[in-house]
């Protein structure tokens, strides 16, 4: 049974950072694209970043992600991450650590091209 736990989330002041963890457990996911997602209270659940698959493939950001977040991914340890820097009030959401069940070396911002999601993990950004 595949299954992706998110970890890492919290509380914390704006201008501050937060690194996520995604660990995947029952297949390995190193030539697929991963990626993050979030979704606030009252809004659609939103792409942050992915990353396309094989030795890190190429990386995909938001225009709010970028200069902010970075993706990357340990496929040793079949876990990816998100780096989580100078954080705003409106980066407030649940994040979803989400994986493609086929390989794919794009990194795709599409919700449609993720078959595995995980509960979340609350990033909670005070002002």
């Known amino acids: 049974q595949v299954q992706l736990v998110e970890s890492g989330g919290g509380l914390v002041q704006a201008g501050g950072s937060l690194r996520l963890s995604c660990a995947a457990s029952?297949?390995?996911?190193?030539?697929?694209?991963m990626g993050w997602f979030r979704q606030a209270p009252g809004k659609e659940r939103e792409f942050v970043a992915a990353?396309?698959?094989?030795?890190?493939?190429?990386?995909n950001y938001a225009d709010s992600a970028k200069g902010r977040f970075t993706i990357a991914r340990d496929n040793a340890k079949n876990t990816l991450y998100l780096q989580m820097n100078s954080l705003k009030p409106e980066d407030t959401a649940a994040y979803y650590c989400?994986?493609?069940?086929?390989?794919?070396?794009?990194?795709?911002?599409?919700?449609?091209?993720?078959?595995?999601w995980g509960q979340g993990t609350q990033v909670t950004v005070s002002s």
């Open positions: 989400a994986a493609s069940s086929s390989y794919s070396y794009t990194p795709v911002s599409t919700r449609q091209a993720y078959d595995y």
């Open positions: 029952g297949r390995t996911f190193r030539s697929n694209a």
């Open positions: 990353i396309g698959g094989r030795f890190g493939g190429g990386t």
